[in-house]
Antibody, heavy 119, light 113 residues
Framework: EVQLVESGGGLVQPGRSLKLSCAASGFTFSNYDMAWVRQAPTKGLEWVASISTGGGNTYYRDSVKGRFTISRDNAKSTLYLQMDSLRSEDTATYYC????????????WGQGTLVTVSS | DIVMTQTPSSQAVSAGEKVTMSCKSSQSLLYSENKKNYLAWYQQKPGQSPKLLISWASTRESGVPDRFIGSGSGTDFTLTISSVQAEDLAVYYCEQYYDTPLTFGSGTKLEIK
């Protein structure tokens, strides 16, 4: 059974940093592109970033480019999102998701971890 | 960026009724080389993570009831639920994976009368 378990969320002040983790199990992690998708409270879904199987290719939405870094450790079957210079508009539940195929649709999702940026 | 527009924003139907919801993209999602539409539909029930229902505009995921039907091509897509059940209460999102940034529609909230 595919499982994606996020951790690392919490309350953080504007301008500070936070690192999210996503522990994957039930599939060969290194074979799949992975992503982070977020959802602000009572709002819709918003793609944040994606990373290729080996980590060599990364893609970001413009609003997080230069502030967020997606990475992965295939030996640990873990996906990361380093978030720096956080802003209030980054407040959201962050979901780890597995792409289906080459940057295809999001076939599996974690339960999400809430990040609140507030002073 | 490819803009995804979903209508209606909410819809209330009785159990057993047929419901359709629309998703329009600002540019074609049909890739000429493989003739595939890079469009997915997700279901998000209250308090839960999204679940992939349909990929490639019309391919139902394993385990998804056959009352969920995806159709359309190019820029116009439709999700039909042939006979709505109480457990279908959810927000339904479309998503394009044709190009980055990957983008979602704003969702259609399905309410059961």
């Amino acid at each position: 059974e595919v499982q994606l378990v996020e951790s690392g969320g919490g309350l953080v002040q504007p301008g500070r940093s936070l690192k999210l983790s996503c522990a994957a199990s039930g599939f060969t992690f290194s074979n799949y592109d992975m992503a982070w998708v977020r959802q602000a409270p009572t709002k819709g879904l918003e793609w944040v970033a994606s990373i290729s199987t080996g980590g060599g290719n990364t893609y970001y939405r413009d609003s997080v480019k230069g502030r967020f870094t997606i990475s992965r450790d295939n030996a640990k079957s873990t996906l990361y999102l380093q978030m720096d210079s956080l802003r209030s508009e980054d407040t959201a539940t962050y979901y780890c998701a597995r792409h289906g195929g080459r940057f295809g649709p999001f076939a599996y999702w974690g339960q999400g971890t809430l990040v609140t940026v507030s002073s | 960026d490819i803009v995804m527009t979903q209508t209606p924003s909410s819809q209330a139907v009785s159990a057993g009724e047929k419901v359709t919801m629309s998703c329009k993209s600002s540019q074609s999602l049909l890739y000429s080389e493989n003739k595939k539409n890079y469009l997915a539909w997700y279901q998000q029930k209250p308090g839960q993570s999204p679940k992939l229902l349909i990929s490639w505009a019309s391919t139902r995921e394993s385990g998804v009831p056959d009352r969920f039907i995806g159709s359309g091509s190019g820029t116009d897509f439709t999700l039909t639920i042939s006979s709505v059940q109480a457990e279908d209460l959810a927000v339904y999102y479309c998503e394009q994976y044709y190009d980055t940034p990957l983008t979602f529609g704003s969702g259609t909230k399905l309410e059961i009368k």
